[in-house]
């Protein structure tokens, strides 16, 4: 979440983006149609001899604006390509069929699930089928240099790809002028009939960086980027030395819970004070206020796992001082592991994600104690904008069954991806719903996604159906571990003027943050969310067909409301800092569900449905707007970017997420709802 996008010189096609950084650029309009709760081909992409496959068109190829890419026409074909040919199994609609029916509260099949043998015997892949595909592409002079149980790893030229997917790839500049540097498909894509049955979806023929020959007249196809997926689990040495501590530094006024202090601002509406923002809730705070203090369901029995690029070699040991700074038992042996995969040392160099691990790994110890937490690790490669290297992490955990529960706060823009990425997303957590694994996805810290007024976007893969996408709320917690009020996380922030004496902009000041929402472009409405979501929503406003609509269910995210987290800096010293966003409202929320699934005796899965149900109940409340004229001011200090070691004081006013509004029952603030003190135990009834 700290990483910024490339700057505009350097990159046509959006970046990933962890969800605490900068603003998200404008999306494209949607590039493919969209079918009830699915990805659909594109039109024309098929004929009779044929049959078409999701669209490969990516958004960034029409985003609006002057970060466009240039068009430069057909791409030279002897450009190198590195593509996935992803294989459809057994029975591709059977499986969809299957994995709904595990996830449905009212169906017989609820929570009956298959192990990962069991899937592969009867849903995955078989050698005849990989053997098929292979001796297709190699018909057309394509080299299959690696092969697993989901796809074939392929090198081929842009001319082989357009002749064997029957498509038209174009090369895009990134600026005027400048030679074309990427590469995209603007037709559909369709295989032969007879292997319509076979092959499900293709990635990689959007191409950021596609091999450009020397000599054009001897071309060398691009070596392909993907390995098998493989399995390495380490604890690294040295994750137990005790790093060197920090000297404490002047602060500026906060509160240890929500409303304690006050302090004086110039005048605003008739107000000359503000609340102080917490200083950062302690775990006691936050175990009290979700109710897991003196609870029996603790998480015990039950794996959560992070997904993240990157990795710190002291995360063990920062959670183990962290908790017992705090007089709390860290983890115990073996309660903590890590997985990586087989090119994660090569490509991420020993690469931290700080202080994204830190906020999930210990806000997972926070809400389920005793659950058992794996970090995945996803190869640091940047290859479909990073996304195939968290796809592949991802792959792990279902393949292996790593973890009941999962959160990640890895997104892309909508507009980076196409039909064709969604459907191989789709095809793991499918699979993933069939052994009883839920995925939870931070909806974003950005509002509704906009840039300076330009259309507003969702990020991927929390906008995927078979995802939940976690929102944030501002969680006001009292003096005795109570909850005494939330809201829908967002606010306009005004900065002050150095003396304190007014205001550098005039309240209530630009958007500054909040929980991410909206409509997806790329995906049609989920039958969950049919009849619960406002048509207004789903339709945007009657002018189209009813989308997935984001997020799902919240909790805390408002940094004004954050808590606390530790970790030990790149230089060796360890120290404490306040966490927030939705990328720790996920982990919170996967972290209730372990400790549900306790409470229930069986793992949650793809936990939409059921949470759905359970709106409106003790389990996940509705968040209310905050009456007229009473949304709460807040006084929040943040890091000086021009003098290091000050802070720059805001005034930011709260329940006012971008274009986002909280209102009764379902809103694009805080989806259903926000989980609270009997959400947990509410699974025990039942």
């Given at each position: 979440?700290?990483?910024?996008?490339?700057?505009?010189?350097?990159?046509?096609?959006?970046?990933?983006?962890?969800?605490?950084?900068?603003?998200?650029?404008?999306?494209?309009?949607?590039?493919?149609?969209?079918?009830?709760?699915?990805?659909?081909?594109?039109?024309?992409?098929?004929?009779?001899?044929?049959?078409?496959?999701?669209?490969?068109?990516?958004?960034?190829?029409?985003?609006?604006?002057?970060?466009?890419?240039?068009?430069?026409?057909?791409?030279?074909?002897?450009?190198?390509?590195?593509?996935?040919?992803?294989?459809?199994?057994?029975?591709?609609?059977?499986?969809?069929?299957?994995?709904?029916?595990?996830?449905?509260?009212?169906?017989?099949?609820?929570?009956?699930?298959?192990?990962?043998?069991?899937?592969?015997?009867?849903?995955?892949?078989?050698?005849?089928?990989?053997?098929?595909?292979?001796?297709?592409?190699?018909?057309?002079?394509?080299?299959?240099?690696?092969?697993?149980?989901?796809?074939?790893?392929?090198?081929?030229?842009?001319?082989?790809?357009?002749?064997?997917?029957?498509?038209?790839?174009?090369?895009?500049?990134?600026?005027?002028?400048?030679?074309?540097?990427?590469?995209?498909?603007?037709?559909?894509?369709?295989?032969?009939?007879?292997?319509?049955?076979?092959?499900?979806?293709?990635?990689?023929?959007?191409?950021?960086?596609?091999?450009?020959?020397?000599?054009?007249?001897?071309?060398?196809?691009?070596?392909?980027?993907?390995?098998?997926?493989?399995?390495?689990?380490?604890?690294?040495?040295?994750?137990?030395?005790?790093?060197?501590?920090?000297?404490?530094?002047?602060?500026?006024?906060?509160?240890?819970?929500?409303?304690?202090?006050?302090?004086?601002?110039?005048?605003?509406?008739?107000?000359?004070?503000a609340i102080d923002q917490v200083c950062g809730y302690t775990p006691q705070q936050l175990r009290a206020a979700y109710g897991v203090t003196k609870s029996p369901y603790t998480g015990k029995g039950r794996t959560v796992a992070v997904v993240l690029d990157g990795a710190l070699p002291t995360m063990e040991a920062d959670a183990d001082r962290f908790f017992a700074a705090h007089g709390l038992a860290g983890f115990a042996p073996g309660q903590y592991s890590e997985n990586f995969g087989p090119n994660f040392a090569a490509t991420c160099r020993g690469a931290s994600d700080a202080p994204e691990e830190p906020l999930d790994v210990e806000s997972l110890?926070?809400?389920?104690?005793?659950?058992?937490?794996?970090?995945?690790?996803?190869?640091?490669?940047?290859?479909?904008?990073?996304?195939?290297?968290?796809?592949?992490?991802?792959?792990?955990?279902?393949?292996?069954?790593?973890?009941?529960?999962?959160?990640?706060?890895?997104?892309?823009?909508?507009?980076?991806?196409?039909?064709?990425?969604?459907?191989?997303?789709?095809?793991?957590?499918?699979?993933?719903?069939?052994?009883?694994?839920?995925?939870?996805?931070?909806?974003?810290?950005?509002?509704?996604?906009?840039?300076?007024?330009?259309?507003?976007?969702?990020?991927?893969?929390?906008?995927?159906?078979?995802?939940?996408?976690?929102?944030?709320?501002?969680?006001?917690?009292?003096?005795?571990?109570?909850?005494?009020?939330?809201?829908?996380?967002?606010?306009?922030?005004?900065?002050?003027?150095?003396?304190?004496?007014?205001?550098?902009?005039?309240?209530?000041?630009?958007?500054?943050?909040?929980?991410?929402?909206?409509?997806?472009?790329?995906?049609?409405?989920?039958?969950?969310?049919?009849?619960?979501?406002?048509?207004?929503?789903?339709?945007?406003?009657?002018?189209?067909?009813?989308?997935?609509?984001?997020?799902?269910?919240?909790?805390?995210?408002?940094?004004?409301?954050?808590?606390?987290?530790?970790?030990?800096?790149?230089?060796?010293?360890?120290?404490?800092?306040?966490?927030?966003?939705?990328?720790?409202?996920?982990?919170?929320?996967?972290?209730?569900?372990?400790?549900?699934?306790?409470?229930?005796?069986?793992?949650?899965?793809?936990?939409?449905?059921?949470?759905?149900?359970?709106?409106?109940?003790?389990?996940?409340?509705?968040?209310?707007?905050?009456?007229?004229?009473?949304?709460?001011?807040?006084?929040?200090?943040?890091?000086?970017?021009?003098?290091?070691?000050?802070?720059?004081?805001?005034?930011?006013?709260?329940?006012?997420?971008?274009?986002?509004?909280?209102?009764?029952?379902?809103?694009?603030?805080?989806?259903?709802?926000?989980?609270?003190?009997?959400?947990?135990?509410?699974?025990?009834?039942?």
């Amino acid at each position: 979440m700290p990483h910024q996008s490339l700057p505009p010189a350097e990159s046509a096609r959006p970046a990933p983006r962890r969800l605490r950084a900068g603003r998200l650029a404008a999306t494209a309009a949607a590039v493919a149609l969209v079918v009830t709760g699915a990805v659909a081909p594109a039109a024309g992409a098929a004929s009779a001899a044929r049959t078409a496959l999701a669209s490969a068109i990516p958004g960034w190829i029409t985003a609006p604006g002057p970060m466009k890419p240039v068009d430069t026409g057909a791409a030279p074909g002897t450009w190198g390509l590195s593509l996935r040919v992803y294989l459809a199994g057994q029975d591709p609609v059977g499986l969809g069929k299957a994995a709904q029916r595990a996830a449905d509260p009212a169906d017989p099949d609820y929570a009956h699930y298959l192990t990962p043998a069991q899937f592969a015997q009867r849903y995955g892949s078989t050698p005849a089928q990989t053997a098929k595909v292979s001796d297709w592409l190699g018909s057309f002079g394509m080299h299959v240099t690696s092969a697993n149980a989901h796809f074939l790893a392929v090198s081929a030229t842009v001319d082989q790809a357009q002749r064997a997917f029957a498509t038209t790839i174009h090369g895009y500049a990134r600026q005027a002028g400048q030679p074309a540097a990427l590469a995209a498909p603007v037709s559909g894509i369709s295989v032969p009939a007879a292997l319509g049955h076979e092959i499900s979806t293709v990635l990689g023929l959007d191409d950021t960086n596609p091999a450009i020959p020397d000599d054009p007249a001897a071309p060398v196809p691009k070596a392909a980027r993907t390995t098998p997926l493989g399995t390495a689990v380490s604890k690294r040495a040295g994750a137990n030395a005790a790093p060197t501590a920090a000297a404490p530094a002047a602060a500026p006024p906060c509160s240890t819970w929500w409303g304690q202090s006050t302090s004086p601002i110039p005048p605003v509406d008739g107000r000359t004070t503000a609340i102080d923002q917490v200083c950062g809730y302690t775990p006691q705070q936050l175990r009290a206020a979700y109710g897991v203090t003196k609870s029996p369901y603790t998480g015990k029995g039950r794996t959560v796992a992070v997904v993240l690029d990157g990795a710190l070699p002291t995360m063990e040991a920062d959670a183990d001082r962290f908790f017992a700074a705090h007089g709390l038992a860290g983890f115990a042996p073996g309660q903590y592991s890590e997985n990586f995969g087989p090119n994660f040392a090569a490509t991420c160099r020993g690469a931290s994600d700080a202080p994204e691990e830190p906020l999930d790994v210990e806000s997972l110890h926070i809400a389920a104690p005793d659950a058992k937490v794996v970090y995945v690790g996803a190869d640091c490669d940047t290859g479909a904008g990073g996304s195939t290297a968290f796809l592949d992490a991802h792959t792990r955990i279902v393949d292996q069954h790593l973890a009941d529960v999962v959160t990640d706060s890895f997104p892309t823009r909508e507009d980076s991806d196409s039909p064709a990425t969604v459907a191989a997303w789709d095809q793991m957590f499918q699979q993933g719903a069939l052994e009883g694994i839920g995925f939870n996805y931070a909806s974003g810290d950005e509002g509704d996604g906009s840039d300076d007024g330009g259309p507003g976007l969702v990020v991927f893969p929390a906008s995927d159906q078979w995802a939940t996408a976690v929102g944030g709320t501002t969680l006001e917690i009292d003096r005795n571990g109570k909850v005494a009020g939330e809201l829908g996380w967002g606010a306009r922030a005004a900065q002050l003027n150095p003396q304190g004496t007014g205001y550098l902009t005039p309240p209530p000041g630009q958007f500054f943050m909040g929980s991410g929402g909206g409509r997806s472009n790329l995906i049609s409405q989920p039958w969950y969310q049919k009849s619960v979501v406002p048509a207004a929503l789903a339709t945007a406003g009657g002018t189209s067909l009813a989308h997935r609509e984001l997020p799902d269910v919240s909790a805390d995210g408002d940094r004004a409301t954050g808590w606390l987290i530790g970790f030990t800096t790149p230089g060796g010293v360890y120290h404490e800092e306040l966490g927030a966003g939705t990328s720790g409202s996920s982990p919170l929320i996967t972290a209730l569900e372990a400790d549900a699934a306790q409470a229930a005796g069986h793992a949650l899965g793809f936990a939409n449905p059921l949470l759905y149900k359970l709106r409106n109940t003790p389990a996940i409340h509705d968040v209310l707007p905050a009456p007229a004229g009473r949304a709460p001011s807040v006084l929040m200090f943040l890091p000086s970017w021009q003098t290091p070691g000050a802070f720059d004081s805001y005034l930011c006013q709260f329940d006012q997420d971008s274009t986002l509004r909280t209102t009764p029952g379902y809103d694009a603030v805080t989806g259903i709802g926000a989980a609270g003190p009997e959400f947990v135990r509410s699974f025990a009834r039942h």
